[in-house]
Each structure stands twice: as C-alpha cells, then as structure tokens.
C-alpha cells in the first residue's frame, strides 16, 4: 500500500466550497462550531491524499468497504431521521438487520458495476437520499414514508408546494458527511480481474441476507405512527417490512367464480320509497370504555350515568375493536368499510398501507348515491394517519381538522368532546332542511396518556377500591364524554327533522398494569381468549330522535356496526352490508384475534369454528380481498362506487 500527498488547485478549491458551505450551514441551521472547522479539515486531507494498493488486496479491500459501507449508509439514515433520545432506543440486533437491508443494496449494485468505489457512492447516495425523502415526509406529515405512500404519490407531489423545506444541523451534518465518503470512495479505483466471480458472490450474499432478515422479521410488523418504524425497527427495515406487508397473499379459497356465485345471492338496494332521510351523525370517541366488563370497579360516582340511561329508541351493547391502546384508524376503517382487519397483516394500519382511489368503498358510496353531503370531523391535525389523503379518497366532500376548532378551552391538551360536539350542531344547523348530511367525528379529549398533572383538568371521578393516577384521570375524561352526549343527545331530542347518532370507542385505553391485575386477577398476559377479548371490547349505541327498536346487543363487532347504522336510518341495504347482515347471524362478532362461535357458545380462533361459520369465513375473506386487493376480477356489484 502507497500513499501520496499532491494538493492541486481543484482540491483547494473544493475544499474552500466545503468550508462556505460548513460556515452556511453553522448560521442557517445550527451545526456546531466543531463540525464547522472539521469538516473542510477532513475533506482537504482526503482530497490531497492518494492511495496505491497491491493488487492481491482488491478483493479483500473490496469486501470490507462494502461492509463498512454499508455501517456507514445505515448509522447516517438512523442519525438523519432521528434526535439521540430515540436513535439509542433501537436494539443491536435491530440496527444489524438494518445493516444487512442496507448491505443487500450494496451487494447488488456491486453486482452490476463490478467497481467498489462507484458501488459506495451510488449505494450510499441513493439510500441516503431515499432517507432524505422520508425526512421531508416526516416534517410535513408527522408520519413515515411507507410503501404505500408511493400508490398516492400524485396526492403528495400536489400539496408539496404548500410546504416549506428547511434542513436542521442533522441533516446538514448527513449532507457533509457524505461528501466526505464520497470523495473518499471515488479515490479507491479498484477493478477486479474475475468480474463475473464477484457478480455471483455479490448476488449470493445478497440473497443470503434477504432470507437472514425475511426469517428474523417473521413476526415483526410495519410501524406507521410519528418515528416508531425509525426507532423501533430502524427505517431501512421499516420500509423492508412495508413492501412485505403491501402485498396480501391471495385466499387459497379464492376464485373469481365464487364471487360471481355470491353476486347472484344478493340483490340491489330498492329506493326509499318516499321516506325522509335522517341525519347521520356517527361518533368515533377516543379510547372510550367500560372498565366493568373487565371487573369490579368502584367509584366515587358514576362513570357514565347518561350512556346506562339511553334505552329508549336506542340500539346499545358492545362491539369488538381489532386493536388495543392505539392505531385508531384500523377502527375508523373497519367502521367505515365493513371490513376486518383480521384478514390483514399483523399490526398493519389500513389508511396508509391498503387504501387507495379504486378499492375506496365505504358507507359513503351508499350515502352520496342517497344525495347526502359527507363531512368528516377530526380536532387535531389533517397529517395523522394520512386523513388529509384518505380522507377525499373515501368521499367526504368536507374535512375539518384541529385548526377550524375552538382552542381557547382544551381539556389538558386536546380539544374536548364539549366542543366537537358544538362543532357537529353547529353543521347541522348550517345544512338545516337543506341536505341529506352524514358526518363522521372523530374525537380526541380521551387521548393517552394519562400521567400528567394538569392545574386545570379536575379528577372528580376516581376509584374507591384501586388507586392509580392514570385510571383516575382516565376515569375523569370519560365522564366529561357522558356529560357531552348528553348535552348532544340533549340537542337532538327537541328537533323535529329525523337524526340517528350512532357513538363507539375506538380501542381501550392502555393503563397501569397493575390496575388490570386488579380487575381481572391477571393483569395483560396468561388471560383466557375471552378475558384477552374483554380488553378489544368498547361500549356503542344508535340512537334515534324518532320512534324506532329498542334493544340491546350482547356482543357485536366495529366492521358490523355501520351495517347496523343504515338498518336503524332505514336505509336501503346495498349489496356488501346485506351480506354483512347475513354474516352477523352466523357469527355476530369477529376481531383480529378471534370470532365468536354460537355453535361453540365462546370465541375461538379462526379456523377453530363450526364448518358452516368457518365457510361464512371463508366468504367474507373471499369478498375483502375481491374489493381490496383484486384490481382487475373486482365485483362492481358488491364495490362498485
């Protein structure tokens, strides 16, 4: 090995662009003083230098840098995309499957230059820039860039000019830092005499390291939400196991006949028959549940004495939910769709991994072709789960986010229930007699977490036999939401136009653990099906300002509840929720765990049933993947919009 110094004018005038852009980057975005002076050090020092190698070492040398690169690539991605306090969080054996995604990337395109210093710059440059798109992504939208989002990129390329693109120290920092291995790489002009040998073992280690990682990942799932997929799987895996989870596997069940035989059992909607349309106001409420089901609990007051006195007119019980403590979209779409999310992957988020403009159906197809306005209702930011996107996909013709509300009064710091509900009478009263409206809210005051102290948040609901500062907050939220449907219930009672409010949880709240040892004997783990299915169960009710059937549900399930939602409007069925309908008889509640077996009296894994619920099943999962995933055998009969 050789080394020679030669400073020539180039190398001195590129380093004095460094060094401005180093001083540029010191005042617009704050990198330190010591970053300031070492990058144009190290350039210059690398610019000036030449190395020579024996070539008995090309192929050694040519290894370790791609090896090394590949370290390099994947601890620059993880420093762009994520402040100290979360970059620490990701494990070892997490940042070294990330290593091996980044090192795939590298193995193959060696595999087509067959030179290693163009490899490392091209390698590095574009995972580094692909971070960088993920980074401009985060910034606008509070979420990560998933394989999904590339089926709505149009949607994104149209709202980009709405944004401003700035660079932080760490990104400015990446930006350097990579100008340094790229010149550092462009001086190892090493070529290997046996090309096509190294082309084999680049492919071969290549597609070892994809089955390494494809075994090792298994269970893992996509993390959609703000920079978890970043700090939890590391973002190059992230992104690995979005494409993975982007591509549902086809029903073994499956066949185009078979859907055509279940169009022939259904039959279109008739008209209304000159029936007035009513007003239909679903609620979706953060983190809304009874603790009762899961045990005894005593409190200084009741919880929520308005919901337990709502009979009349009224369809009420509890409905399953697919998840727990989080991911409310999956809830919002189950809801909306009739679908499950117990025919997706694990831990997948529905509105940003599987919707887009052709398989969109929902309840809303239904309503427009009724002549009803959709309004959607959200206080909190468009960008959360990708609403200011899925949101127009779906047919809402008008979106309200955090901005359009009251913020002048938050409860701790969410706008209330109180106010979101002013908010939809404050709608209804602008369309009064005038349209056909249907709005969806979705609420956010009972947001976790609960730990915080507020000065101006009062606890007065709290527990008499358990004492946990969470509950007791939890408890005190949840009976601000009963005051507030009874002032919206309240409201609606007196009007004379027809009004169906149809209200839900979306998941349980995730508290103290201790509280559920309490409640259950357990706590979280070793619980039977039932008592894990007593966690995903959340309180529901529809209610009429007119004269209709009073019953109560034992049990239902989030993709049924919209089906029950047009029965109690009278609104004509269409063909999907007839079926739903129909389903519900069989089997009347089904999650992402598990369904309940009325030939079994309990609820049991899929798979586990009756051979006549276990065929429904089939069935059901058959007509989901027909509306989601089969673009060109899709049904217009059951999805057509």
């Given amino acids: 090995m050789k080394f020679e110094i030669k400073v020539t004018e180039r190398s001195v005038l590129y380093t004095a662009v460094v060094a401005a852009a180093s001083v540029l980057g010191h005042v617009m975005s704050g990198i330190s003083v010591f970053n300031m002076l070492l990058f144009p050090i190290l350039y210059f020092a690398i610019s000036i230098t030449g190395v020579t190698l024996d070539e008995k070492w090309h192929g050694v040398v040519t290894a370790a840098a791609l090896v090394a690169g590949s370290v390099i690539t994947t601890w620059l991605v993880q420093y762009l995309l994520l402040p100290e306090e979360l970059r620490i969080r990701l494990s070892d054996k997490t940042f070294f499957l990330n290593i091996c995604c980044c090192f795939v990337v590298y193995a193959l395109v060696q595999a087509l230059t067959g030179r290693f210093w163009l490899t490392c710059i091209l390698a590095h440059c574009a995972l580094l820039l692909f971070a960088g798109i993920n980074y401009f992504v985060y910034a606008f939208r509070g979420n990560e860039l998933t394989f999904g989002d590339f089926r709505s990129v149009s949607t994104g390329l149209s709202v980009a000019s709405n944004y401003q693109f700035s660079l932080d120290a760490q990104a400015v920092n990446a930006i350097l830092f990579t100008v340094l291995w790229v010149v550092a790489a462009g001086k190892c002009r090493i070529r290997l005499k046996r090309i096509w040998t190294m082309r084999l073992i680049c492919v071969s280690f290549a597609l070892l390291s994809f089955v390494y990682v494809a075994d090792e990942t298994k269970y893992a799932v996509t993390e959609t939400w703000e920079q978890k997929g970043s700090y939890r799987n590391g973002y190059l895996l992230n992104f690995a196991l979005s494409v993975r989870d982007s591509f549902v596997k086809k029903p073994e069940h499956y066949s185009s006949g078979q859907i055509a035989e279940m169009e022939k059992s259904y039959q279109e909607a008739g008209d209304f028959h000159g029936a007035k349309k009513p007003t239909i106001i679903a609620i979706m409420d953060e983190s809304f549940a009874d603790f009762r089901l899961l045990g005894n609990l005593e409190t200084n007051q009741e919880v929520m004495p308005f919901l337990d ?90 979106t309200y986010f955090l901005d359009d509300f009251d913020q002048s009064h938050l409860m701790r710091r969410y706008v209330s229930d109180a106010v979101m509900f002013d908010k939809i009478i404050e709608r209804y009263e602008a369309g009064k007699g005038e349209e056909n409206l249907f709005l969806m809210g979705v609420t956010m005051q009972n947001h976790g977490g609960y730990r915080d102290y507020y000065e101006d948040f009062a606890l007065d609901v709290y527990g008499t036999n358990v004492h946990y500062p969470d509950v007791n907050q939890y408890l005190s939220l949840a009976h601000q939401t009963d005051l507030a449907v009874e002032k919206l219930i309240t409201y609606f009672s007196r009007e004379e136009e027809p009004v169906v409010v149809c ?139």
């Avoid at 979209?329 to 809801?335: A, C, M, Q, R, Y």
């Avoid at 949880?505 to 099906?529: C, E, I, V, W």
């Avoid at 966690?535 to 509840?561: A, D, M």
């Avoid at 899929?606 to 089969?630: P, V």
């Fill in 309 to 398: 006195s709502l009979k009349e007119n009224t369809i009420r019980g509890n409905a399953l939910a697919s998840v727990y403590g989080a991911k409310t979209p999956n809830s919002e779409w189950e809801f909306l769709t009739g679908n499950s999310m117990a025919y997706l992957p694990s831990g997948s988020v529905a509105y940003q991994q599987y919707v887009k403009e052709e398989n969109a159906y929902s309840i809303l197809d239904t309503l427009k072709g009724q002549d009803y306005s959709c309004v959607a209702m959200h206080p909190y930011y468009d960008t959360g789960w990708s609403r200011d996107i899925v949101y127009p996909m779906l047919g809402f013709d008008e």
């Fill in 503 to 641: 209200f839900f949880g979306d998941h349980q709240p995730s508290l103290n653990a201790a509280f559920y040892r309490n409640m259950n004997g357990k706590g979280l783990s070793g619980l039977t099906l039932s008592q894990l299915e007593d966690l995903y169960t959340v309180p529901f009710f529809i209610w009429t300002n007119y004269e209709s059937e009073s019953k109560t549900l034992e049990r239902t399930s989030l993709n049924f509840l919209s089906a029950l939602l047009l029965q109690k409007a009278q609104i004509p069925l269409p063909p999907y929720q007839q079926f739903l309908c129909d389903l519900m008889e069989v089997v009347p509640a089904m999650n992402v765990r598990a369904y309940f077996s009325k030939s079994r009296g309990r609820y049991v894994h899929y798979g586990e049933g009756s051979a006549k619920e276990e065929a429904w099943m089939k069935r059901y999962q058959n007509l989901q993947y027909n509306g989601l995933f089969d673009d060109r055998g899709r049904s217009q009969f059951f999805f057509g919009r």
